[in-house]
């Protein structure tokens, strides 16, 4: 069956974001949270035993709903059904968003707004604190997240879906936002959002490696090095606590000839110079390049 990838793409970068009061990530996120607010203990037993009934309740709520969505689709006529399947594939993932945040991030840098940058920051790609960052960890933590979210955000629900349909892109994309929003080793969420941490990792892992290897390609590109993120890749890969984010973002820093890293907790392609705010510009031009690349395979795999 061939994937309705590329009109999904296109749908994605000319219309955006559907209205948050009709956006299925914006149900899911309250789903999850309302979970989180009922709980009633910390107990590790009884936290773990929580969590994972919020995630399954709400894997199987949204996997059932996206089977229908996925049987309404199929049974419209020719051409209709495959704009239809692309539109309800669409906000499953998102390219357009990733890149517009990263593009505030830059300009406020390019502007020398070091506070803003460090604000938007915040708010729109990453959940630690900011405020301490120099320009070029601005810079760095915007291209991990850029790196990151490339298959957080549209390789692996496009690879979800064409291994189950709309059913497996939606399931990706309730796992991965119980992980954003669980999956943290906190007192509070360390045994709670268990479930979701291990399952994120369980299905991103072939997806971040397929991210990795479209950004080394889309590399070839757009002109960057195709070697030194093949090189930076493998050797650098495993430095994260994360066994996926790793991959994606070591390509990355290869790719551009840069360090990323996280004061006490990784450093990829170490040698290589800091990030400036121009680098964003260059890994936002990779992941547009590799999306296309990656909706173009669902059409022909």
């Not at 390019?110 to 708010?123: C, D, E, F, Y």
């Amino acid at each position: 069956m061939r994937g309705p990838g590329v009109t999904a793409l296109a749908i994605d970068l000319l219309a955006g974001e559907p209205p948050a009061s009709l956006h299925p990530t914006i149900a899911m996120g309250n789903w999850i949270a309302r979970g989180r607010s009922r709980r009633r203990t910390l107990g590790p037993s009884a936290s773990f035993a929580e969590g994972a009934a919020v995630v399954a309740g709400g894997a199987v709520l949204v996997a059932l709903t996206a089977d229908v969505a996925d049987r309404l689709t199929a049974a419209l006529p020719g051409s209709l059904r495959s704009v239809a399947r692309a539109a309800a594939l669409k906000p499953a993932f998102s390219v357009r968003a990733l890149l517009d945040a990263a593009a505030q991030v830059e300009r406020a840098l390019v502007r020398g707004h070091l506070t803003r940058a460090r604000a938007l920051l915040s708010w729109h790609l990453v959940s630690r604190d900011t405020s301490t960052l120099d320009a070029s960890a601005v810079a760095a933590a915007t291209i991990e997240s850029v790196a990151e979210n490339f298959n957080d955000g549209f390789v692996a629900p496009l690879m979800a879906f064409r291994v189950g349909g709309l059913a497996g892109a939606y399931l990706f994309r309730f796992v991965n936002t119980a992980d954003a929003m669980l999956g943290y080793r906190t007192p509070e969420l360390e045994w709670f959002g268990k479930t979701a941490a291990r399952l994120d990792d369980a299905l991103a892992y072939v997806p971040a490696r397929c991210a990795a290897t479209l950004i080394a390609l889309a590399s070839l590109i757009t002109g960057d090095s195709f070697r030194d993120a093949a090189r930076v890749m493998l050797n650098d890969a495993d430095a994260t606590a994360s066994p996926n984010a790793g991959w994606p973002m070591a390509a990355m820093a290869g790719a551009l000839g840069v360090r990323l890293e996280k004061h006490g907790h990784y450093r990829l392609n170490a040698p290589a110079r800091s990030p400036r705010a121009r680098d964003i510009r260059r890994a936002r031009r990779i992941v547009l390049v590799g999306s296309v690349l990656a909706a173009l395979a669902t059409e022909v795999a």
